[in-house]
């Protein structure tokens, strides 16, 4: 039976995205920086789960130099970029983390993954014991704007592959649901700040905007546009599998 993920060992993706998303990369790594300091974080030891071309890692390695950094991903189209994106501190695999890792880390990454798996239950489930903390990335594709449109739904469907979609308390109760212990989270800004915007994504944050007087949550269900970022543990240390 094939499964949503198999188009990832294809070129499919590449088609639809050719350069792999990577401009985006700095903005991200920025943001995911910011929130692993303000949450105190040192990590000596980082890997992020489908890390695509490399990006994010590249420049996160730049931010913590001494710290080693892994990346896993199963699509081997992405292996093209990683020549660009590699440095001393990075080691690229390429195939199933959960078949080929060995190792804990002090800090696992999963951004932009998790509305990507055909059962993110059982895929969280048996990331627990991987890390000591886990920093998620998940897109809210669902608010009453997008779905009273469906189109954005349906272009995020079809062109990056998002195949489970989120509210912030959705993703939220995900996690808890599968075990993990929720630190902190916030909203990445990409609803105003992401670098790939369009002048319809600029035209729409003026409404975006004004929606969130009524409160910063309300405009996100309402209007949409926004990531969420989530800092978590297991809880009571679960120990590696």
Same mark, same amino acid.
């Given at each position: ?9 294809? *070129? ?15 903005? %991200? ?11 105190? !974080? ?15 890692? =590249? ?21 093209? #970029? ?9 080691? #690229?695999?390429? +195939? *199933? #983390? ?11 990454? !999963?951004? *932009? ?9 059982? #895929? !969280? ?16 594709? !669902? &608010? ?16 990056? +592959? ?13 996690? %808890?649901? &599968? ?29 975006? =905007?004004?929606?969130?007087?009524? +409160? %910063? ?7 949409? +546009? ?16």
């Amino acid at each position: 039976m094939a499964l949503p993920e198999d188009r990832y060992s294809s *070129d499919e993706y590449l088609l639809r995205n050719p350069s792999w998303d990577m401009e985006d990369s700095p903005w %991200k790594a920025a943001v995911v920086s910011e929130f692993i300091k303000d949450a105190g !974080l040192n990590p000596k030891s980082v890997c992020e789960i489908g890390c695509g071309a490399g990006g994010v890692l =590249a420049e996160l390695s730049k931010t913590w130099p001494g710290a080693g950094f892994c990346g896993y991903e199963i699509a081997p189209a992405a292996a093209r #970029f990683w020549e660009k994106t590699k440095r001393s501190n990075i080691k #690229f695999v390429l +195939g *199933d #983390f959960f078949k080929l890792n060995k190792e804990r880390y002090d800090l696992v990454l !999963l951004l *932009d993954v998790i509305e990507h798996i055909a059962d993110p239950y059982a #895929f !969280l489930n048996n990331l627990l014991g991987a890390a000591e903390h886990y920093l998620f990335y998940i897109p809210l594709d !669902l &608010s009453a704007l997008s779905v009273a449109r469906e189109t954005p739904i349906l272009t995020v469907r079809h062109k990056v +592959g998002h195949i489970n979609y989120f509210t912030k308390n959705l993703a939220l109760e995900l996690l %808890k649901d &599968s075990g993990f212990e929720i630190i902190d989270w916030r909203y990445s800004g990409a609803a105003f700040h992401t670098p790939q915007s369009t002048w319809k994504t600029k035209l729409i944050s003026i409404p975006r =905007a004004l929606a969130r007087l009524l +409160g %910063k949550d309300w405009g996100v269900r309402i209007m949409g +546009g926004e990531t969420l970022l989530v800092l978590a543990r297991a809880p009571g240390g679960v120990p590696a599998k």
